[in-house]
């Protein structure tokens, strides 16, 4: 079998995950913090899982700027990106006894959503309504999140919840 070839990653790139992976803590913690105790008592958050996350958020946005000739991503792909590789890596893990529910299994699916408005704007998370929320956390779970997709989704959202033209 072939060896996997090691990518070196700059120092720079290296800071930015730190940094992106503690505001990806403290949104973690911000949500607990909004949970029912007895939901908290059955999750934690893996560290390794939500650092292989951040790294491949990096690896995609670096793609996308190589792609489109981008000096920068705008907070919506920020956004986008974040969501993404939260919802497929699923840092959050539940305790073997918890019992299952709902808020439970798409836990990671509402984390990911969580973290990812706040590249939107404080309090963006509060402000769209339950039924957009149902619909963000079926697609996350259920389907193959686009980067690009949800970037246009999230700025035409943004859009519409401040009344700006897009």
């Known amino acids: 079998m072939d060896e996997i070839e090691e990518i070196e990653i700059s120092q720079e790139r290296l800071?930015?995950?730190?940094?992106?992976?503690?505001?990806?803590?403290?949104?973690?913690?911000?949500?607990?913090?909004?949970?029912?105790d007895d939901l908290v008592s059955?999750?934690?958050?893996?560290?390794?899982?939500?650092?292989?996350?951040?790294?491949?958020?990096?690896?995609?946005?670096?793609?996308?700027?190589?792609?489109?000739?981008?000096?920068?991503?705008?907070?919506?792909k920020q956004s986008a990106y974040t969501i993404k590789w939260i919802s497929k890596f699923r840092p959050i893990q539940v305790c073997q006894n918890a019992p299952a529910s709902y808020e439970l299994l798409t836990i990671n699916n509402i984390y990911a959503i969580f973290a990812g408005f706040i590249f939107l704007g404080e309090g963006f998370f509060e402000i769209i309504s339950p039924k957009l929320l149902d619909n963000l956390i079926y697609t996350t779970q259920y389907r193959n999140v686009s980067g690009k997709q949800l970037a246009t989704s999230l700025y035409i959202l943004e859009c519409a919840i401040r009344n700006k033209n897009p």
């Open 42 to 76: 059955f999750i934690y958050i893996n560290k390794p899982l939500l650092a292989c996350a951040v790294r491949s958020y990096f690896d995609d946005i670096e793609r996308f700027k190589a792609y489109s000739k981008s000096k920068l991503a705008d907070n919506h």
């Open 15 to 36: 800071e930015k995950e730190e940094a992106r992976f503690k505001l990806l803590l403290v949104a973690y913690n911000r949500l607990i913090s909004k949970l029912p």
